[in-house]
């Protein structure tokens, strides 16, 4: 659903609904009526019910006319191995379980000095330029990119295979051959790679999941699937959305800048306020109730994020970004059996990607008007696809 209200802003249409009525029947382009639910404490029970199913063979998929791109209606999607993401239990705790160790709050912590010198690393290469730049080449996508490949054990070099076809994969208005063909050429690399792994393992991630005997090759290469994609993309594009919030937000920035022990607050509240990845997809597997609406058996749900994140029942004048808030409440990282294996590790790349920006760059600055900001409305996870920025001075 493009934002129209602003680059940080839910849609109006959207917004009012929510107010109306927070779980909304909504009528698909095939006659089959839908359900779009938009309010926190909806949003949130529905994500820790099981009955609400994650997987896309149970039926069609019936996609709403206002998210471009996307096919009125297709045929159901035959269940991808290893793509746990798309998995109810226990396929779904089976193949969790396997990296649930690789996560943990101890083991991230002891990968902090590691983020910290990758990140130092990019930002003295982004200090040799000469400015303007944009910031999504130079710094949001190598810092995420150098983490999740050194976690995983993907060759850094191979960014060129990865990041290519992990953004034409997640855009909306390319054909659906087009599409296949960048999950195609992802997947054939990611099988070649964990077979390696299987053969000769070394030390990370996927070599980890290549030890499991009782996992096959396909599942390995859907988990490393889901790894890479969601291990760089979605924390490129909050590092380069977020700085893009706090240029135009000059207040809490120069809040920020004198109080860095803010850093861990205003990383979850631009979380909250911007909430990148914002539609998800549900499928009821019996007749339910959800906010006082009777949902049946085989209805398709539609979940916003977003509009969860920004409901004012749940967040005090939810349209302001403000770094006093606790909002460690927030749904950005999802919540309940789907809740992001990776919310630690992203948490800890974005307070040492902002905390450097922000003092390495004492006068960082939009190098253009913020309306000339190409903004990310035609990719499945928000961002934008440039960010020039420029600087008269740099810090150690």
């Not at 076809?165 to 296949?180: C, G, H, P, T, V």
């Not at 099988?191 to 990370?204: C, I, Q």
């Not at 948490?347 to 902002?354: D, T």
Request: proline share 7%; hydrophobic share 40%.
């Amino acid at each position: 659903m493009e934002r129209d209200a602003g680059p940080f802003d839910p849609p109006r249409a959207i917004t009012r609904l929510r107010a109306a009525r927070p779980v909304s029947p909504m009528v698909f382009p095939d006659g089959h009526e839908g359900w779009l639910v938009t309010g926190y404490d909806a949003v949130r029970q529905l994500m820790a019910d099981t009955r609400f199913s994650s997987r896309q063979d149970l039926g069609v998929l019936h996609v709403p006319y206002n998210v471009p791109g996307m096919p009125a209606v297709t045929e159901p999607s035959p269940q991808v191995p290893g793509l746990f993401i798309a998995m109810d239990p226990p396929d779904h705790t089976r193949l969790r379980s396997r990296l649930t160790g690789a996560f943990t709050v101890k083991r991230m912590s002891m990968l902090e000095a590691q983020i910290l010198a990758i990140t130092g690393r990019q930002l003295d290469e982004l200090a040799r330029v000469t400015p303007p730049v944009d910031l999504v080449q130079e710094f949001a996508l190598p810092v995420p990119s150098l983490v999740i490949c050194e976690l995983l054990g993907v060759p850094y070099a191979d960014r060129g295979n990865f990041q290519v076809n992990s953004a034409r994969f997640l855009e909306k208005d390319i054909a659906l051959d087009e599409k296949m063909a960048a999950y195609g050429a992802l997947t054939t690399y990611l099988s070649e790679l964990v077979t390696r792994k299987r053969v000769a393992p070394g030390e990370d991630i996927l070599s980890d999941l290549a030890r499991h005997d009782d996992l096959t090759v396909a599942e390995l290469t859907g988990s490393a699937f889901l790894l890479l994609l969601a291990g760089h993309e979605t924390t490129a594009n909050m590092l380069a959305l977020g700085t893009f919030a706090l240029l135009e937000h000059p207040e809490q920035l120069a809040e920020l800048r004198a109080d860095p022990d803010l850093l861990p607050d205003a990383v979850e509240e631009l979380l909250r306020y911007l909430s990148v990845v914002d539609i998800l997809y549900r499928y009821a597997t019996e007749d339910l109730e959800l906010g006082g609406e009777t949902i049946r058996e085989g209805s398709t749900v539609v979940v916003s994020l977003l509009a969860a994140n920004r409901d004012p029942l749940r967040f005090d004048d939810p349209d302001t970004l403000d770094f006093h808030r606790k909002a460690r409440g927030h749904l950005s990282f999802g919540h309940g059996f789907h809740h992001c294996l990776g919310n630690q590790l992203a948490r800890l790349e974005m307070r040492a990607g902002f905390a450097g920006l922000l003092r390495r760059f004492p006068t960082l600055e939009l190098a253009v008007p913020a309306g000339q900001v190409k903004l990310k409305t035609n990719m499945q996870i928000y961002g934008v696809h440039e960010l020039p920025v420029t600087w008269t001075e740099t810090a150690r």
